[in-house]
């Protein structure tokens, strides 16, 4: 017992080190890089550890559901979980974003790098964080470039931020005597009934990343509420801090979160909780934790300084305000909440008419004004119709979640009544079905991948292809783009993750009159969308996609050394 309590006092003098180390290193890293390398590996290795422990907790809740026989929830689960899986790996359900190459392929590149461009800004002519492009490589850095390791870079961290909540909701039921752990699965359910959410998942870009590191937030914080654990806190700690590091948007949920931290040092979670007070120690700990959370962000703010210039101040007018929140509301561009709009706006006029604590009321205030900040800052570009703006608010929806499970929660008997296994069965059926619909749905949100998906072909296309010319992706050819149609002339966004050094090339049909270096001294590899056999004096193949026809020209040396198409 002794010892136990030693290795507990141990534990905290370890946090207390930790977060004054990150800090400072946080600091020292934008002027000397032998600090920026430190704080890499550090930042790298805690996620590692916090990652082990995410695993063990959810294998260990599986192996609990299984004891208990709660299969039923279990497996309704998992079918939603293989429904965001299959949309992940399957080439043709979702189309390729053109900015995800960009955002990971530079993050590749960055890890060359002695300090990995941790204080780096990358994508768009370097206006984001590099950093939480990091973490959408590192499937990519194991496994190799691939459409599917693209992907996976953006949807694991929505599943490890997805479970996490869900692991939380489950344990604080079994806090409460008597009450039916499906209300957990019920509560995480509600993000599939998001059209905008669904539909940025299965776009798998940096507009994600806000939402998942959200949700990290909301289960750590949980669980330092629930455990007040070392743990705990140094995952709030993780997400906390790199929330300033991701999209923009990320700062809403960065500076609610302080404020929660700091609603827990006057004792008002204690208290709605009917937990014991903080310890000193724990205080002391969440003291730290604002001031750790409090640099990271303002040194982010410094590093995207140009980038949340506001629109002119001239347009903010109450009925600009109104119309904002009226689209925010009615989804009058676009399908933001869907059918969990019966859900959020019930709990948004509860809370705002006074009839909630002063937490569910800070929230309500929270979520209209970061739809009203987010209408105004104009970020890298200027939108004429406020629609599109609207998926920086996605960062409200765990967090309304949250609330709304926790609403029912501290009523007396809501989560006391046992659900059948047919009802949850019928309940997931349902939401599946939605979520289906939400996923397979045109995109509304961003359009213009619509019109893209031409390209999402190509690259799947000259990934096969490569092979069959004597080269690897990794080797310098000429990857050229022949077409009238604009949107489809990117080739080099997608190129920098794919053929990171190629040579990517793209014209108009007026503009492209001849094959240039045709000597052999470089491959060439031609897509084009009419053919154009009289201007290069070759035979084009026919490269059959939806609604669509790509005619390729390939010239390389074949298997007998000589010039021309692959046989």
């Known amino acids: 017992m002794r010892n136990r309590i030693k290795f507990m006092g141990i534990q905290w003098i370890a946090l207390f080190i930790y977060l004054l180390t990150i800090s400072v290193l946080e600091i020292l890293s934008y002027h000397y890089e032998m600090a920026s390398i430190l704080a890499s590996r550090i ?29 039923t929830g279990l497996v309704c689960f998992f079918a939603m979980c293989v429904l965001l899986l299959i ?28 300090d990995w461009d941790y ?27 691939s459409v ?23 344990a604080w039921l079994r806090k409460k005597e008597g009450a039916d752990g499906k209300y957990a699965l019920i509560a995480i359910s509600l993000l599939f009934l998001s059209p905008i ?54 700062f809403s949920p960065a500076g609610l979160l302080l404020v929660m931290l700091f609603l827990c040092l006057v004792g008002y979670w204690s208290k709605y909780c009917g937990l014991p007070a903080l310890s000193a120690k724990s205080k002391a700990a969440v ?7 409090t640099v990271f962000l303002f040194y982010g703010l410094k590093l995207i300084k140009g980038t949340m210039e506001a629109h002119d101040t001239d347009a903010i007018t109450l009925k600009g305000l109104i119309d904002v929140l009226v689209g925010f509301i009615t989804d009058s561009d676009y399908a933001f909440w869907g059918i969990l709009s019966l859900v959020a706006f019930a709990y948004m006029i509860y809370s705002l008419t006074g009839r909630g604590k002063f937490h569910n009321f800070l929230i309500a205030v929270w979520v209209f004004g970061t739809a009203f900040i987010s209408q105004y800052l104009q970020g890298y570009i200027e939108y004429s119709n406020p629609g599109p703006i609207l998926q920086r608010n996605m960062v409200v929806i765990p967090v309304v979640i949250t609330a709304v499970f926790f609403l029912a929660y501290k009523h007396p008997t809501l989560f006391l009544h046992r659900i059948s296994n047919p009802v949850v069965s019928i309940y997931f059926a349902a939401v599946l079905g939605v979520g289906l619909f ?26 096969e292809t490569i092979p069959d010319m004597n080269i690897s992706a990794d080797d310098q050819f000429v990857l050229c783009v022949v077409t009238d149609n604009i949107v489809l002339r990117n080739i080099k966004d997608y190129a920098t993750y794919f053929f990171p050094n190629a040579v990517c090339e793209s014209y108009s049909s007026e503009e492209f009159t001849h094959l240039e270096n ?18 290069i004096d070759m035979e084009g193949r026919e490269v059959a996609v939806p609604d669509f026809t790509w005619y390729k020209y390939i010239f390389c040396k074949s298997a007998d050394e000589s010039w021309g198409q692959v046989p």
């Open 518 to 535: 045709n000597d052999g001294s470089i491959p060439f590899l031609i897509y084009s969308d009419q053919g154009i056999s009289d201007k």
């Open 87 to 114: 949309y992940m790996c399957s080439p043709n359900l979702a189309t390729l974003s053109f900015e995800s190459p960009q955002q990971t392929g530079a993050a590749v590149k960055a890890f060359k790098n002695s």
């Open 119 to 145: 204080t780096g800004r990358a994508f768009l002519g370097d206006r984001y964080p590099n950093r939480q492009y990091l973490l959408t490589a590192i499937p990519t850095m194991i496994f190799g470039r």
């Open 148 to 170: 599917i390791a693209l992907r996976a870079g953006f949807a694991y961290l929505f599943f490890i931020g997805m479970i996490s909540v869900c692991l939380e909701f489950r």
């Open 43 to 71: 930042w790298l290795l805690m996620g590692a550890f916090l990652l082990t422990v995410f695993v063990y907790e959810s294998v260990k809740e599986v192996n609990f559901s299984v004891k208990h026989n709660e299969i």
């Open 438 to 463: 939400n996923l397979s749905r045109e995109y509304k949100a961003m359009p213009l991948i619509n019109y893209s998906k031409p390209m999402h072909y190509l690259i799947e296309d000259a990934i």
């Open 287 to 293: 003291v730290l934790l604002l001031f750790n959370i």
């Open 197 to 250: 959410l669904m539909e940025y998942y299965k776009i798998f870009e940096q507009t994600l990343i806000p939402v998942c590191l959200t949700m990290m937030c909301i289960a750590s914080f949980l669980r330092f509420l629930r455990t007040n654990d070392v743990i705990s806190l140094l995952a709030v700690s993780w997400a906390g801090c790199m929330l300033p590091y991701s999209y923009t948007p990320s």
